[in-house]
T-cell receptor
């Protein structure tokens, strides 16, 4: 158990809908990262927040957004969902930011029908 | 553009023998490397890491070797155990700049350890 929690574990929705994925980092960790794992792309970095502020952005679509709240939990919002958004979404956390180990949650499996 | 590559999608090893998983990278700015293990329906679990100032790091049965000139790293598992059967991901990070902290992952290698 990494100490990172993600809810929900599974999500089934329809195209055009909007969903919110939630992540709670390990106790004391200030950074939260979001990754997408799809069959054809592997694990891809989406976005990082550090202590409430956006720190780095990767291959995140404009339809996706994230935020980190004062209690350090984070939410990833996916809107206008398409079939291709079906993937595993992982959250990771680390103590600070920079070159250090990231600890991953169990993931949320999203299926868009 | 895949900056971290694991060219072997699978590896099969007998219990007790050595498992060697390989990883190549193209970005010379990478200076921190990690290996993660992943079981089905779980998130990646951190295994071992190495900084670019070292060429070897050991933790129990796991050793990671880094060859910066060849842009190559490998993970050795000795002795291999059936419980090691999982997908192993190589990841890399830059130590500076706007991508600080972002991990770049390889596609993974499925390791199967048979009795």
């Amino acid at each position: 158990d990494s100490g990172v929690t993600q809810t929900p574990k599974h999500l089934i929705t329809a195209t055009g809908q909007r969903v919110t994925l939630r992540c709670s980092p390990r106790s004391g960790d200030l950074s939260v990262y979001w990754y997408q794992q799809s069959l054809d792309q592997g694990l891809q970095f989406l976005i990082q927040y550090y202590n409430g502020e956006e720190r780095a952005k990767g291959n995140i679509l404009e339809r996706f957004s994230a935020q980190q709240f004062p209690d350090l939990h984070s939410e990833l919002n996916l809107s206008s969902l398409e079939l291709g958004d079906s993937a595993l979404y992982f959250c990771a956390s680390s103590a600070r930011t920079g070159v250090e180990t990231q600890y991953f949650g169990p993931g949320t499996r999203l299926l868009v029908l | 553009d895949q900056q971290v590559k694991q060219n072997s999608p699978s590896l099969s090893v007998q219990e007790g023998r050595i498992s060697i998983l390989n990883c190549d990278y193209t970005n010379s700015m990478f200076d921190y490397f990690l290996w993660y293990k992943k079981y089905p329906a779980e998130g990646p679990t951190f295994l071992i890491s190495i900084s670019s100032i070292k060429d070897k790091n050991e933790d129990g049965r796991f050793t990671v070797f880094l060859n910066k000139s060849a842009k190559h790293l490998s993970l050795h598992i000795v002795p291999s155990q059936p419980g090691d059967s999982a997908v192993y991901f190589c990841a890399a990070s830059e130590g500076r700049g706007s991508t600080l902290g972002r991990l770049y992952f390889g596609r993974g290698t499925q390791l199967t350890v048979w009795p």
